[in-house]
């Protein structure tokens, strides 16, 4: 890259509104925080209609509005869910995780509002502790592992005299070759909740709490697993330059870039992203059951009711439609996981927006599987084939972004 390109921020021609996506994320959070209290209240006054109810002589003092199905399933606890069976759980558990989209632009104030860390390679979980046991779910809701832990309530010693309402949930990676769980982030601590905290006071609060429990300690009796927390650095040029080339105890898949101010959310999110390339991860292109990267790139779209194919995104994004002759000679039905291979059409842009895409229908997915490909991790694996975003485009960025900061400092001194 020539020297005069080092401060100038890569921009590639638009395929997607990833940034303004990322604008709106932050406006709404102060919207959430205003639902989250308005079903606290809800919560409180059902509780004691509840209470009321049980007595049939006392009459409700409050007049519980009802709750949208949608709300509803946002309200359920996570401990609670570990009893849903097959497609149920698949369905709720893949929902909660605040699951990263995949860089297709670079951020704007990268270096100034985004971490950057080194993300594990390995299988991807809620790990929750309650109740005197530990229990480990990934993100189709089946139980990976139930065990003893150091985390609060999680296991039954002693010293674990916890109440029943005090339990954790952490966000993890499990590392198959250490045993190790990577605390990614975390959502409740001793049964207080961190959905509306920021990702700075949440990795503050991870660092500071976790170690104090015993946690990092080597396994036990009483200790089963080890957990690890993941270096974070700013994303300016050490940090990244630290996350992408440093050594680390585990093996890398790719590098994890979260938004200082974001919340946890559920689901999808612009304020969390994933970037790979070569030399940080062993899997940058999709590969197939075998294990080879296929021809074609394959795409996964859900069968919505109307025939059209979509993403996992909310809202989603649509890829094209089946013909409804084809839906029923092949026994298809709205909610149906389908694997397409994208042929050399490929995928045509108009304003940003895709307008068409040249698909070729394989078949069905494995009945384990969850929910559709995003947007985002269709586009990226697009133009990993094509035009790749590079590390050099990163740090162009950065660069970018330290030259606007200084001299908008300089202005003020000025």
Request: hydrophobic share 35%.
């Amino acid at each position: 890259m020539a020297p005069h390109d080092l401060r100038r921020p890569f921009k590639r021609a638009a395929i997607s509104d990833q940034q303004r996506r990322r604008e709106l994320s932050l406006q709404r959070q102060s919207q959430h925080r205003r639902d989250a209290q308005h079903q606290a209240r809800c919560l409180a006054n059902s509780i004691l209609s509840l209470q009321n109810d049980a007595v049939a002589d006392i009459e409700p003092e409050f007049e519980i509005e009802p709750q949208p199905e949608e709300q509803h399933a946002r309200d359920f606890d996570v401990r609670q869910a570990a009893r849903l069976r097959g497609p149920e759980a698949r369905l709720w558990f893949a929902k909660q995780l605040m699951l990263p989209e995949w860089m297709i632009d670079v951020p704007d104030r990268l270096s100034v509002d985004w971490y950057v860390c080194a993300r594990p390679a390995g299988k991807r979980c809620f790990v929750v502790s309650s109740n005197g046991t530990t229990v480990s779910r990934l993100r189709n809701g089946s139980q990976l592992h139930r065990f003893p832990s150091a985390l609060p309530n999680g296991a039954k010693t002693n010293n674990s005299s916890r109440s029943g309402q005090s339990y954790c949930i952490l966000d993890c990676i499990f590392h198959e070759p250490d045993q190790t769980y990577y605390v990614i982030d975390m959502v409740c601590w001793a049964g207080m909740s961190l959905y509306e905290c920021t990702a700075e006071f949440r990795l503050f609060w991870l660092n500071s709490k976790l170690a104090e429990t015993g946690a990092c300690n080597d396994p036990s009796p009483y200790h089963r697993y080890s957990f690890k927390t993941v270096v974070v650095y700013n994303c300016d040029q050490e940090g990244l330059r630290a996350a992408y080339t440093g050594p680390v105890p585990y093996v890398k898949d790719g590098l994890l870039f979260s938004n200082k101010h974001a919340h946890y959310q559920s689901g999808n999110t612009p304020l969390i992203l994933v970037w790979k390339d070569e030399n940080c991860s062993q899997y940058v292109l999709d590969t197939d059951s075998k294990g080879q990267v296929p021809d074609q790139q394959q795409v996964v779209l859900e069968l919505l009711d109307d025939g059209r194919l979509a993403t996992s995104d909310d809202p989603t994004v649509i890829f094209g439609c089946l013909d409804r002759d084809f839906i029923q000679k092949t026994g298809l039905v709205a909610s149906n996981l389908l694997r397409f291979a994208i042929n050399e059409g490929g995928l045509c842009f108009a304003d940003g927006k895709l307008e068409r895409a040249d698909l070729h229908y394989l078949g069905k997915t494995n009945r384990a599987r969850a929910f559709a490909d995003s947007y985002s991790k269709i586009m990226f694996q697009y133009t990993a084939r094509h035009s790749p975003l590079r590390i050099e485009h990163l740090f162009a960025s950065v660069n970018s972004t330290n030259v606007e900061e200084n001299s908008s400092d300089a202005d003020m001194a000025g």
